[in-house]
């Protein structure tokens, strides 16, 4: 497993072929990159800039695909993040997963960029021709989340609100 918070962008071929590597197992590898949008809430963003509390984020994210490692038979996964001002098209993030058989892959990839969405300490703020914003979480990050949701779970009480 891999996380990384950081500035430079990064090749996603190259991390893919690197999560790949001497692994012969690994039947799946699914991806998920998000980038900058031009456009939030009606608004033109001209950039956008990312926080963090170092050293509480990637423990977030850690954890995070120790859950998803917990709920799928997944051989590795990766999530690189950016932080600091991006434009429009770059990339935001990276989560990678590898495992078997693509059913987990999937699953596992999108519980992880479900719960980065609510779970990870990071702040936006966007460049718009009003000025700049905060963007709040959004319910559909929640609802999104409330699928995972276990039974007795305190975290499964928490998804939705």
């Known amino acids: 497993m891999a996380i990384r918070v950081q500035t430079e962008d ?3 071929s190259k991390e893919v072929a690197d999560l790949r590597a001497n692994s012969p197992q690994v039947g799946a590898v699914v991806t998920f990159i998000g980038t900058v949008r031009d456009m939030n809430d009606g608004s033109s963003v001209a950039e956008m800039e990312l926080e963090h509390y170092p050293g509480m984020t990637e423990k977030a994210l850690q954890n995070i695909v120790e859950q998803a490692k917990a709920r799928w038979p997944i051989f590795d996964a990766l999530v690189i993040h950016r932080i ?3 434009l429009p098209l770059e990339q935001i993030v990276l989560v990678a997963v590898t495992s078997a058989h693509r059913g987990e892959a999937f699953s596992a990839c ?3 960029i479900d719960y980065l969405k609510t779970d990870a300490p990071f702040w ?9 914003r905060w963007v709040d979480a959004r319910s559909t990050d929640d609802t999104a989340l409330a699928k995972w949701a276990v039974p007795g ?9």
């Open 10 to 12: 990064f090749d996603v």
């Open 153 to 161: 779970d305190d975290k499964s009480k928490d998804a939705g609100k």
């Open 110 to 112: 999108e519980f992880i």
């Open 124 to 132: 936006k703020k966007e460049q718009t021709p009003d000025g700049a």
């Open 84 to 86: 600091g001002p991006l």
